[in-house]
């Protein structure tokens, strides 16, 4: 579907592509299919696409899965999906949802599954941490983003860009960067160049750490970053001396700050503090 083609289908709906929402369709065909192939994988796993838009990755996924569960919040994006996809919806391919992807219960969907989409570049973080959040039920996530946002999923220690985000993507999955796009891949054209980046779950991802709870871990020893990761922990341990204790135990200097502490470090460090409560 090329840009013309984009901007033809927007007038024939009489629908304006809203920039509130971080609306720019790709309009590459070539690219469209391979991020469908990534995430569809070996077919096996249903899949959960966010932002579906007018349905060009949609139509490259139906059939290809067990199912497609496609979360929009465009009331008018969503009436046209589903006069295009009624066939597909009937057959029990694909399931439309009208939702903030923020508020979308993801419980809802029933065992594992794969998680794809263009995402809106104001609420990438938040929605890759939901995401990241349910690690153990979604084997493999093929997401869009800014390519400035993409660098959050690299970044190491010390890098400005290491937090939550980096920590979470790097400890439950092998994180690859699939294809860069620029903004003559959208119709409207976007401001700033895209990256497209795959995630695949880790073999030895840790079994034992709730990934809901690591996350909401990390987030508390991030959110002061110019305070040392004791004092961003004593909240999370009010008992007196708790904080200096589990530090210790986990072997890390009181006056280290969370963004120089390995990945490894923090594992050991939530272990500790999870002993001590």
Known sequence: MSAADIKQKLE?????????????????????????????GDGKTAILEIGPGLGALTGAL???????????????????????????????????????????????????????????YYITTPIVLMLLRNAKRIPRMVLMVQKEAARRFFAKPKDRLYGPLAIMAQLYYECESLVSLTPASYYPQPDVDSEVVLLTRRADAPADIDP???????ESIFAMRRKTVYNNLKPLLPAADAAAEALARANIA???RAEALSIEELVRLYRSAIAMQ
């Open 12 to 40: 024939k709906l009489n629908i304006r592509a809203n920039a509130a929402l971080g609306q720019n369709f790709l309009c590459d065909d070539a690219m469209i299919e391979k991020i469908a192939s990534a995430a569809v």
């Open 62 to 120: 139906v059939g290809r899965v067990p199912r497609v569960t496609a979360v929009e919040i465009d009331k008018s994006m969503l009436a046209a999906l589903n006069a295009e996809f009624a066939a597909e919806i009937g057959r029990g391919e694909l399931t439309l949802i009208h939702s903030d992807i923020l508020k979308f219960d993801i419980s809802s969907i029933e065992g594992e599954f794969a998680a794809a989409g263009n995402l809106p």
């Open 212 to 218: 809901a709870a690591f996350c909401r871990f990390t």
């Open 254 to 256: 009181q006056a280290a």
